[in-house]
Nanobody, 124 residues
Framework: QVQLVESGGGLVQTGGSLRLSCAAS????????MGWFRQAPGKEREFVAV????????DTADSVKGRFTISRDNAKNTMYLQMNSLKPEDTAVYYC?????????????????WGQGTQVTVSA
């Protein structure tokens, strides 16, 4: 069992920055992958970026490449998403996820554990 709690969301103007955090607890010593996903109103949940247990970023969505950076600090059991140059289309609920796959997938349905999400709103 892994519990995940996101934080750091909020309201920001276009061009601004936010840093999301995802704190993990429970059985965190099992070598799990982690990832960030988001879901905008009326849309399906989509992958943003994923990272292996050892900190290798294996996939980043084209829509955020060059603006968002995923990272993790296993000593703190925490994953981060640094979001820069935010756009209104980035507005969504952002979720962190954990999975026991060696290679983290990009399909949200393949992930085992989910946080409750944190709202990110980017005003025009």
């Amino acid at each position: 069992q892994v519990q995940l709690v996101e934080s750091g969301g909020g309201l920001v103007q276009t061009g601004g920055s936010l840093r999301l955090s995802c704190a993990a607890s429970g059985r965190t010593g099992s070598g799990y992958a982690m990832g960030w996903f988001r879901q905008a109103p009326g849309k399906e949940r989509e992958f943003v970026a994923v990272i292996t247990w050892t900190g290798v970023v294996t996939d980043t969505a084209d829509s955020v490449k060059g603006r968002f950076t995923i990272s993790r600090d296993n000593a703190k059991n925490t994953m981060y998403l640094q979001m820069n140059s935010l756009k209104p289309e980035d507005t969504a609920v952002y979720y962190c996820a954990a999975d026991r796959s060696f290679r983290p997938p990009v399909d949200p349905t393949d992930w085992d554990y989910w946080g409750q999400g944190t709202q990110v709103t980017v005003s025009a």
